[in-house]
């Protein structure tokens, strides 16, 4: 799909776009920086009305943590489709199922650390995949892998929204119709 920006020749082409805007909106737009931005929020307002989301369920039995983390993420970031946008969020939404029954490479089972402070003087609190997978929330093994691997930000804050990660093999989202990633046969890397 190709995308459709407005396209000023000329800057009296801007300047009508800008007339015209200014009698639907009562505002004028005066300086040529503001009209530069408002060609550029024409153009990412009909951008976003031609995103669409998909919904894809992955099973993540089985699965290597790391890489099931790192294409996740690119998911969810929208970096496999052609109208990929860095400052919008195109990234299609992610059900993983059979979090608990993911693996590690290696020893980082035992050996990997994950660390989080309280906020208080000597609260440095650290456990391992393995306690995380044998307690009470084991998707959060997955859910910190994807977060690590998505950029700081509120674009990322929002696109790490459209990840619904579940321990077992059911899910509540079956009204949306999503596709299956068979994401085992992809590499024969991906499954231990």
Known sequence: ??????????????????????????????????????????????????????????????????????FVAALLRGKHKPEYTPHMDCGDNVIIINAEKVHFTGKKLKDKIYYKHTGYSGGLKKTTPDNILNGKFPERVIKMAVKRMLDDGPMARRRFENLYVYSGSEHKHQGQQPEKIDFASLNRKNKK
């Open 1 to 70: 799909m190709h995308l459709q920006c407005p396209k000023a020749s000329t800057l009296s082409d801007i300047e009508d776009e800008n007339f015209a805007f200014a009698n639907k909106t009562s505002a004028l737009v005066t300086s040529p920086r503001e009209k530069r931005f408002f060609i550029a929020d024409k153009c990412s307002k009909e951008t976003q009305k031609q995103i669409d989301k998909k919904w894809f369920v992955i099973d993540a039995e089985g699965l290597v943590v790391g890489r099931l983390a790192a």
